[in-house]
């Protein structure tokens, strides 16, 4: 009897300290979920984005008027540049080699570039007056950059075609013959444009720009006629303009690759 209760007490202290033991054990819990490091950043991709500015032009008006009655030249230049807001869309692709960065890119603008000179010729012309009103209203360009990248800061030049539509009111008033003439040039014109600027990648997709450039569209030949016949004006304008703009740009992760999670 007593070696029967000895052999149940030794049996049940060792199952209670089987249970503490498994109790002390730790328990397995699930594998670890593999977070891949942030992507690298690159300049690489299709971005599109927007900019607004300010525009200025240069250069003159230049005039020749000839005297309906007499017939006497005058030649005169109408002083006052076109200036105003620009502002529009822009988009492109980069490609970075290492520290370089290349691309295409294509902008259109909108414009208030406008200009309002008036000239008052000599008595021979009974008082007249010549009004010139220029205008700017679309502008665009088809250029090539090519930068240096210090990470997230990208300096780049840029240059390529420019094409923009401009309209200009002429009129010419003479109340003492009484004369008088008007003329509405509407053109669209193709020349060079070229500049630079800094450009900085908030986030990998995210960047913010400042640029500067100078655009050439040539010049432009205009003339009023005499109703007897000839010409009465003959005016021409270089179609030059700087434009400062600040903007902002979105780059798509087309081929960024998808993330990894490790399985145990």
Known sequence: MYRKFLLASVGAIALT??????ADLPSRAPPPVYLPPPPIFTWTGIYIGGQVG???????F???????????LINTSVGGKPQGVIGGAHVGYNLQINQWVIGLEGTVDGTSLTNTAVVAFPVAFGGSTLTAQTTADVQGSIRGRLGFAWDRVLIYGTGGVAFGGFNTDVSVAAPAVPFFASRNFSK????????????YAVTNNWSIRAEYRF???GTIREGLGLPTGGRFFNGNRRLQENQ??????????????????AKY
């Open 62 to 72: 230049n005039e020749t008027v000839v005297d309906p009655v007499t017939g006497t």
């Open 244 to 261: 400062v703009q600040a903007g902002f740009s979105y780059k798509f992760d087309i081929w960024a690759p998808a993330p990894i999670v």
């Open 54 to 60: 300010y525009a200025w032009g240069a250069g003159n």
């Open 188 to 199: 669209t014109r193709v020349g060079w444009t070229a500049g630079g600027g800094i450009e």
């Open 215 to 217: 655009s050439d569209f």
């Open 17 to 22: 300290g089987s249970a503490a033991f498994a």
